[in-house]
Structures are given as C-alpha cells and as structure tokens.
T-cell receptor
Framework: GQQLNQSPQSMFIQEGEDVSMNCTSS?????WLWYKQEPGEGPVLLIA?????ELTSNGRLTAQFGITRKDSFLNISASIPSDVGIYFC????????????FGTGTSLTVIP | NAGVTQTPKFQVLKTGQSMTLQCAQD?????MYWYRQDPGMGLRLIYY???????DKGEVPNGYNVSRLNKREFSLRLESAAPSQTSVYFC????????????FGDGTRLSIL
C-alpha cells in the first residue's frame, strides 16, 4: 500500500511555542488533508489542500501543499493546551476516486 | 445536530461470530466511508460509497461486507470475526470539494476473542 511518513512521531512543547510537523509520500498526491484526533473521538478535518504550492490557514493553523506534490506541512502558532491531540495527514493519488491514505500521526503534548 | 452516528460504541465478539456495525449521517451527504484504526497505524480504508447504490473496496476489504441501505445509512458487516479484526472502526461522510472524509463518528471499539 501507499507509504506515508509523518514526523515527528511525538512532540512535547511549552505553551506559546510554535509547532511544525510534516508528511511525505512515495508518490504524487493531488489532495493533502490534515486532521486532529482527541481521545475517544473521531478525527476532525482541519485543512484540505488541492494544488501544489497552496497555503491555507485555519486560525492558528497553517498547512502547505508541497511543490513536489509529495509532501505537506502543518504549522501551529502560539500553541495552547487545547491543541493537545494526535494530528494526522492524509493524501490521495490522482485518479483513485475516494481512496485516501493516512499517516501514522504526530502526538502533540502542550505543557502549560 | 447529530452528524455521524455509529452504533454500537463497544462490542466484544468470539471468533467466528458475525455482527453488523451501523452508521447513519443526517447531513444529506453523498459519500460515506468505513475505516479501521489500529495502534501505531494510520486509518485504513475498508470500503467506501461514493453515492447511494454504489460501493467500492478500499485498502483492506477482506473479511468485510458493506451495504449502502439508503443515502443516510452505511453498514459494515463481519461475517466470521477473526482476532485480526480487533480494532476501532470509524464511519465518515463527505460532501466536500474533493470528497475527502469530512465528518467522522466517534467510533466502534471492537474486540474479538
């Protein structure tokens, strides 16, 4: 199956710090997605990206669709305790319908 | 405003038993999905339904069947449960630009002994 490498695997940061995580694939994607999951809940879609170079923000979150189309980045500015959770990237090959592949997640802990 | 509702929330089965996981969405979405989530792995697509009356296999369909009963409901059936199917199962729906899974249920935690 598709290989999606997400890094880092976990992060422990102080409240107020900025966070950066990324995801790389072995093949070109035409869509990149970022989700957040909290314990006992389903993932929540944060940002969707549809073309190379696209930069999209959602509040303090900013994500970019890499120029090579094989990577994507998620940045969180001025982290707060409620940012705690697991962040997943996901992507889709061209011409594969609704099949999205997920990364293994970045676990974020924010220390007040 | 329920969104995506999954039942049951928890289930324990014995190997060889069958069961159906239910999913319903009240947002009039066309696309629906079933994923499984295992420790240390990303979500993996089992089946999806792009619209009422259609279903397609995802990455890990073996051992499962699905039914898109109507636009609201998309069920997942395990005919003969195996320990390897112990997982958390998520249903999702979408009406987004790229048909990406937008709204997820809270999951069904299934253990097979």
């Amino acid at each position: 199956g598709q290989q999606l490498n997400q890094s880092p695997q976990s992060m422990f940061i102080q409240e107020g710090e900025d966070v950066s995580m990324n995801c790389t694939s072995s093949s070109i994607f035409n869509t990149w997605l970022w989700y957040k999951q909290e314990p006992g809940e389903g993932p929540v879609l944060l940002i969707a990206l549809y073309k190379a170079g696209e930069l999209t923000s959602n509040g303090r979150l900013t994500a970019q669709f890499g120029i090579t189309r094989k990577d994507s980045f998620l940045n969180i500015s001025a982290s707060i305790p409620s940012d705690v959770g697991i962040y997943f990237c996901a992507g889709r090959y061209p011409n594969t319908g609704n099949q999205f592949y997920f990364g293994t997640g970045t676990s974020l802990t924010v220390i007040p | 405003n329920a969104g995506v509702t999954q039942t049951p929330k928890f289930q324990v089965l014995k190997t060889g038993q069958s069961m159906t996981l239910q999913c319903a969405q009240d947002m009039n979405h066309n696309s629906m999905y079933w994923y499984r989530q295992d420790p240390g792995m990303g979500l993996r697509l089992i089946y999806y339904s792009a619209s009422e009356g259609t279903t397609d296999k995802g990455e890990v369909p073996n051992g499962y069947n699905v039914s898109r009963l109507n636009k609201r409901e998309f069920s997942l059936r395990l005919e003969s449960a195996a320990p390897s199917q112990t997982s958390v199962y998520f249903c999702a729906s979408s009406e987004a630009q790229g048909n990406q899974p937008q709204h997820f249920g809270d999951g069904t935690r299934l253990s097979i002994l």
